[in-house]
């Protein structure tokens, strides 16, 4: 079982950045994602992270602009988004799989979600 908890949201201007942080606990969990979901539409995965491997992968969207990274040590999972656009506006959610990673990441493969964090761009 694996708990997520999203921190680091915010109000931020056009091109500015933000850090989102999502504390995760306990066990299981062999892909680690980041997703959002803005009012009116659907869920959709931003970037994903393997936990043995490491390797990362991002949606074109955000491909250049958003990291996704892990405090081992710390346990914590991270979104660092830059050149930040009014259209990156949502409700940002970390996720876990018990799974492997797939791109791109689908809500389905998911088993385990934090409460999100609102980021709002204008």
């Known amino acids: 079982h694996v708990q997520l908890v999203e921190s680091g949201g915010g109000s931020v201007q056009s091109g500015g950045s933000l850090r989102l942080s999502c504390a995760v606990s306990?066990?299981?969990?062999?892909?680690l994602a980041w997703f959002r979901q803005a009012p009116g539409k659907e869920r959709e995965g931003v970037a994903l992270?393997?936990?043995?491997?490491?390797?990362?992968d991002y949606v074109d969207s955000v491909k250049g602009r958003f990291t996704i990274s892990r405090d081992n040590v710390e346990n914590t999972l991270y979104l660092y988004m830059n050149s930040l656009k009014p259209e990156d506006s949502a409700m940002y959610y970390c996720?876990?799989?018990?799974?492997?990673?797939?791109?791109?990441?689908?809500?389905?493969?998911?088993?385990?979600w934090g409460q999100g964090t609102q980021v709002t761009v204008s």
């Open positions: 992270l393997a936990t043995v491997s490491g390797a990362t």
């Open positions: 996720a876990a799989a018990a799974g492997a990673c797939y791109m791109p990441p689908r809500v389905d493969r998911y088993n385990y």
């Open positions: 306990g066990y299981g969990a062999h892909c």
